[in-house]
């Protein structure tokens, strides 16, 4: 199994400025995966961060707006920039694990963002 | 692509009482898993139940089960007793490969006493 912290849990924020988003993962692992998940609505993947490379987004996520680093195989952060109150969302940062079974995802718990 | 439809919006179920949250999906993968996840309040994802597609075997997870028809592309998770912690958001999710979770948009179930 995978333990994730992140930091902060929760945030609020002025409409313009940046947040970074801490995840620290208890062993190595290969890929991190952040997510974004509004209010009332499912978890939708932003990008998947390997170590040494840069992160793969997903279509309507681009790297200015959501940048990424993954400066070893244990700690990621996501900065959300230029924050509008449509970014208000819980973000949550996930891995594989480094032994999972049967490719079970692991989940910090989360950071509630509100940008008013 | 994998998507994963979750019809049901919300649901609700007396204390002690099953019910049924229903999912389908579509992949072309012939090797792949499926998730059952709860998301309570507290944000929290915790896994409730998983399936191998090559297992023909329903999974069972002590007041959990799931009913998985893989003809159909169809993955049920079945609540029996329902007690009030169950009350939360419920993801059906797939994966293949190392490729992340694929999740459905969800069935918010309130349980009542």
């Known amino acids: 199994s995978a333990v994730i912290s992140q930091k902060p849990s929760r945030d609020i924020c002025q409409r313009g400025t940046s947040l970074t988003i801490q995840c620290q993962v208890d062993s190595q692992v290969t890929m991190m995966f952040w997510y974004r998940q509004q209010p009332g609505q499912s978890l939708t993947l932003i990008a998947t961060?390997?170590?040494?490379?840069?992160?793969?987004?997903e279509s309507g996520f681009v790297i200015d707006k959501f940048p990424i680093s993954r400066p070893n195989l244990t700690f990621s952060t996501l900065t959300v920039s230029n924050m509008s109150p449509e970014d208000s969302s819980i973000y949550l940062c996930?891995?594989?694990?480094?032994?999972?079974?049967?490719?079970?995802?692991?989940f910090g718990p989360g950071t509630r963002l509100t940008v008013l | 692509a994998q998507t994963v439809t979750q019809s049901q919006p919300e649901m609700s179920v007396q204390e002690a009482e099953t019910v049924t949250l229903s999912c389908t999906y579509d992949?072309?993968?012939?090797?792949?898993?499926l998730f059952w996840y709860k998301q309570p309040p507290s944000r929290q994802m915790i896994l409730v139940i998983r399936?191998?597609?090559?297992?023909?075997q329903n999974a069972t997870e002590n007041r959990f089960s799931v009913n998985f028809q893989k003809a159909a592309k169809s993955f049920s998770l079945k609540i029996s007793d329902s007690q009030l912690g169950d009350a939360a958001m419920y993801f059906c999710a797939l994966i293949s490969g190392n490729t992340p979770l694929v999740f459905g948009k969800g069935t918010r179930l309130s349980v009542i006493a």
């Open positions: 961060a390997n170590q040494g490379s840069e992160a793969t987004y």
């Open positions: 992949t072309s993968e012939s090797d792949y898993y």
């Open positions: 996930s891995t594989h694990g480094r032994t999972s079974q049967n490719n079970e995802q692991f």
């Open positions: 399936q191998e597609a090559y297992k023909q």
